[in-house]
């Protein structure tokens, strides 16, 4: 869905499952730290308000989005989380490297979310501009930080349900 039609904030409380005991990583691209920040505090905020202690949310810091892979590959190895939201934002510039580090992080969260049993959640702002960056960091559309713990949590009681 386009988020310019969707504010990423939005979400109906009752909708989603209490993240009471569950454990969640956040791996969060240094690189545009000023969104990447504000998407890291919206995860946690929305993570907190939904019953998740702040004792059972680990974050690690990476140098960009492409190392969102290695990072969320480790967490997902150690056995020690329930889910891992990846947070980074590229924007684009004068030169093809936005789209081969767009794609190669795709494909490698991906790859991780075939491969192993612990979800990874995609929160890679792909932006074309600063502003676009700023309206999904919790500006004018919201915040998909937000929406990444949603979904993280969602998609534990997605896995418990399927193994009870």
Same mark, same amino acid.
């Given at each position: 869905?386009?988020?310019?039609?969707?504010?990423?904030?939005?979400?109906?409380?009752?909708?989603?499952?209490?993240?009471?005991?569950?454990?969640?990583?956040?791996?969060?691209?240094?690189?545009?730290?000023?969104?990447?920040?504000?998407?890291?505090?919206?995860?946690?905020?929305?993570?907190?308000?939904?019953?998740? *202690?702040?004792?059972?949310? $680990?974050?690690?810091?990476?140098? %960009?989005?492409?190392?969102?892979?290695? /990072?969320?590959?480790?967490? #997902?190895?150690?056995?020690?989380?329930?889910?891992?939201?990846?947070?980074?934002?590229?924007?684009?510039?004068?030169?093809?490297?936005?789209?081969?580090?767009?794609?190669?992080?795709?494909?490698?969260?991906?790859?991780?979310?075939?491969?192993?049993?612990?979800?990874?959640?995609?929160?890679?702002?792909? *932006?074309?501009?600063?502003? $676009?960056?700023?309206?999904?960091? %919790?500006?004018?559309?919201?915040?998909? /930080?937000?929406?990444?713990? #949603?979904?993280?949590?969602?998609?534990?009681?997605?896995?418990?349900?399927?193994?009870?």
């Amino acid at each position: 869905m386009a988020s310019n039609l969707h504010n990423l904030s939005d979400y109906d409380p009752k909708s989603v499952p209490s993240a009471e005991g569950m454990r969640f990583a956040i791996v969060v691209s240094e690189w545009n730290s000023k969104i990447t920040g504000a998407l890291m505090q919206g995860a946690i905020d929305t993570l907190v308000a939904n019953g998740a *202690c702040e004792d059972d949310i $680990q974050v690690k810091m990476v140098p %960009g989005s492409f190392e969102l892979i290695y /990072g969320a590959a480790q967490f #997902v190895k150690s056995g020690a989380v329930d889910a891992v939201i990846a947070i980074g934002c590229v924007i684009r510039g004068d030169t093809p490297h936005f789209d081969y580090i767009c794609q190669g992080t795709t494909q490698g969260l991906a790859t991780l979310n075939i491969q192993y049993d612990v979800p990874v959640i995609y929160g890679l702002l792909t *932006c074309n501009n600063m502003e $676009q960056a700023e309206g999904r960091c %919790g500006g004018v559309l919201g915040n998909k /930080g937000d929406e990444c713990a #949603v979904t993280a949590i969602k998609m534990v009681d997605y896995q418990r349900s399927l193994l009870s």
